[in-house]
């Protein structure tokens, strides 16, 4: 976490705060402006910050920095609500790369009952007609 901090630190990015703790990240996600979330992998705490009504930022990019990245990790994370990966190790480069995609992100937000995050399409399917598949969301 800190080589982490530091080495977004150096490629000019202005302010990093750091959390030991899902608890302590929530925390700072009250109290302080954040544009995005860099995290391990707590299925928790994105669930938390997906899911949860008393969350502050339900919509904040998500950036998984994970070295589990087998095709089942991938698609929990994805059904978590992530919005992108970045697989350790990883460069500063690398890292801000994905968190500039994720800030980026032009994907709408899916709020619903079983799944709240980044719309899981990364495409447009000219296969589906209709674009809002899901008549319930």
């Known amino acids: 976490r800190k080589l982490m901090i530091s080495e977004l630190r150096n490629v000019g990015v202005p302010t990093v705060k750091g959390a030991g703790k899902p608890e302590e990240a929530i925390e700072i996600l009250k109290t302080h402006r954040v544009d995005a979330i860099i995290t391990e992998w707590y299925p928790q705490f994105v669930k938390f910050i997906r ?9 904040i990019p ?17 059904d978590a609500g992530i919005h992108t990966f970045c697989a350790k190790p990883s460069s500063a480069t690398e890292l801000c790369d ?17 799944f709240t995050g980044p719309d899981r399409r990364r495409r447009d399917d000219p296969k589906f007609a209709n674009n809002d598949r899901r008549e319930d969301c």
């Open 51 to 59: 899911t949860n009504p008393r969350s502050p930022v339900r919509e």
């Open 98 to 114: 994905q968190i500039l995609r994720a800030i980026q992100d032009s994907r709408r937000i899916v709020k619903h009952s079983a």
């Open 62 to 78: 998500i950036v998984l920095a994970t070295n589990a990245t087998t095709r089942e990790d991938v698609i929990a994370a994805r």
